[in-house]
């Protein structure tokens, strides 16, 4: 079964510091891999995906995620936090057709 | 173009009640998901449509939970006997299904559901 794990449920940085958001996966197969984000009171928005092209994936508002097969990894990185990232952000894995979430990370930014 | 809309947006209910939520996918999209979020559980599939068939429902937690799929359009997902721990909000997604094209999701903005 695949699944993914994000490490810390809560992450705080000062506005203008690089934002780094951890996900590690558990994949049998190579692994279509995602990073959703959801702002108060709405539903998801897709931030960018991974689906075995290049391993630097670029995303909307300056987010990037790196896949790492060695570190089974796919950690999110922004360079410069703004106030308006404040959100959830999950990592997810695809397969049989469906999504399997991680349980999110809250961003905080501090002015 | 609308995305998913989902309604009601609150629904507060007695227990032992049923509820049904609903939700409108994007026009054109095949593929419909329900998934279920509660505080510090993460997000928690239930059901996937492709079409009007259901071809995985093995996230439904109990033979209380149901849900439906009319004309390749709109769902609802309808819960029986309302317990408090289906407290919860409820997130609807679709996509235009078939391959990688499946996981690109859209959601709608959740039913917060109250069992009271």
Redesign the interface.
């Known amino acids: 079964a695949q699944s993914v794990t994000q490490l810390g449920?809560h992450v705080s940085v000062s506005e203008g510091a690089l934002v780094l958001l951890r996900c590690n996966y558990s994949s049998s197969v190579p692994p279509?891999l995602?990073w959703?984000v959801q702002y108060p009171?709405?539903?998801?928005?897709?931030l960018l995906?991974y689906?075995s092209a290049a391993t630097l994936v670029k995303g909307i508002n300056g987010f990037e995620a790196e896949f790492k097969k060695s570190e089974t990894s796919f950690h999110l990185t922004k360079p410069s936090a703004h106030m308006s990232d404040a959100a959830e952000y999950?990592c997810?894995v695809?397969g049989?057709?469906?999504?399997?979430?991680?349980?999110?990370t809250r961003l905080t930014i501090i002015p | 173009g609308a995305g998913v809309s989902q309604s009601p947006s609150n629904k507060v209910t007695e227990k032992g009640k049923d509820v049904e939520l609903r939700c409108d996918p994007i026009s054109g999209h095949t593929a419909l998901y329900w998934y279920r979020q509660s505080l510090g559980q993460g997000l928690e599939f239930l059901i996937y449509f492709q079409g009007n068939s259901a071809p995985d429902k093995s996230g439904l937690p109990s033979d209380r939970f149901s849900a439906e799929r009319t004309g390749g359009s709109v769902s609802t997902l309808t819960i029986q006997r309302t317990q408090q721990e289906d407290s919860a909000v409820y997130l609807c997604a679709s996509s235009k299904g078939g391959g990688t094209s499946s996981y690109e999701q859209y959601f709608g903005p959740g039913t917060r559901l109250t069992v009271t």
């Open positions: 449920s279509y995602f959703y009171n709405q539903g998801l928005q897709l995906k689906t999950f997810a695809g049989n057709e469906k999504l399997t979430f991680g349980t999110g």
